[in-house]
C-alpha cells in the first residue's frame, strides 16, 4: 500500500520527467556530440556540457559525475597538451580528446537516462507522446538490458579474479575464454528473458496498460524544455543568415 500511494510516488519521482530527460539527450547528441551549429552555438555548447553533470550532482549520483568528470577532464588535458606533442602523438592526442570532449557529455547524459528513470516512468512517458509498441518495447527492454548486463559483467569478473584470471593475473591469457564468452551467452539469455518479461506485463497486448508511477512537467522541466527549444530557434536562425550576437 506505501508504494501505491501518493506520498510514496512523489518520494519516487526524478527531478525531471522522463519526457525531458529524451529531449535533452536528443539535443545533446545533435549540437555536441554531432558538432551541428555555428559560432553562435559555441557558448552554449559549453553550457549544453555542464548540464549533464549538474543533473547527476542535482539526483545525487555521486559516482557517475565522478567518472565523467574524470574522463571529460583527460579529454581537454590532451586537447592542451596536443600543442607541446611530437609529430604522430600530436594528431593522436587532437583524436582522443576530440572524440571524449563531444561523446563522453552524451553518453553521461543517456547514463543519467537510465540510471534515473524507472522502466514503469519510461512506458508511461512513451505512451503520453502516442509513440508506437514497435519503439516502445524495445526500448524498455534495452532500458532493462544494459543495468542488468553491467551486473553480470562484475559477477563474472569477480568470480574470475578468484580464480587468478584476470589482466596481469597468473591466468590473464584465459581471460578472452572465461570472461568475454561467458558475459556473451549470459548477454543473450538476458535479452531473451527481458523480452519474455516484457511480453509477460503485458507490452504487446492491444489494450491500454495502466501505471501507478506518477510523471508530469515541473518548472524546471520547463525551463529545460524552454532551453532546447531556444538552442533549435538560434541553429534555425543561423542557418537564414540571421545573428543574434
Known sequence: MAYSSAQAQ???????????????????????MGGLGGGQLRQIKTVLSALPFLL??????????????????IGYGLLLAMPYLPGVLNYI???????????????????????????????????????????????????????????????????????????????????????LVPMMTSTVRIGEELSASALT???????????ICRIGFRAQDFVLLAGCLFVIAVWILELGGVKLW
Open 201 to 211: 506485463r503485458g507490452l504487446g497486448a492491444p489494450v491500454r496498460r495502466t501505471n
Open 10 to 32: 512523489e518520494k519516487r519521482r526524478g527531478f525531471l520527467d522522463p519526457r525531458t530527460k529524451l529531449a535533452l539527450v536528443l539535443v545533446l547528441a545533435v549540437f555536441v
Open 93 to 179: 592526442a587532437l583524436m582522443c580528446g576530440g572524440i571524449l570532449t563531444r561523446f563522453v557529455v552524451t553518453v553521461v547524459m543517456g547514463e543519467y537516462l537510465v540510471a534515473t528513470t524507472s522502466v514503469s516512468e519510461f512506458i508511461s512517458a512513451m505512451e503520453r507522446l502516442h509513440m508506437p509498441q514497435t519503439i516502445t518495447i524495445p526500448m524498455s527492454v534495452m532500458f532493462r538490458l544494459f543495468p542488468t548486463i553491467g551486473s553480470e559483467w562484475r559477477s563474472i569478473r569477480r568470480a574470475m579474479a578468484m580464480r587468478g584470471i584476470h589482466l596481469g593475473g597468473v591466468k590473464g591469457g584465459q581471460v578472452l575464454e572465461y570472461q
Open 56 to 73: 547527476l550532482l542535482a539526483e545525487r549520483q555521486w559516482s557517475r559525475f565522478a567518472k565523467g568528470l574524470a574522463i571529460l577532464a
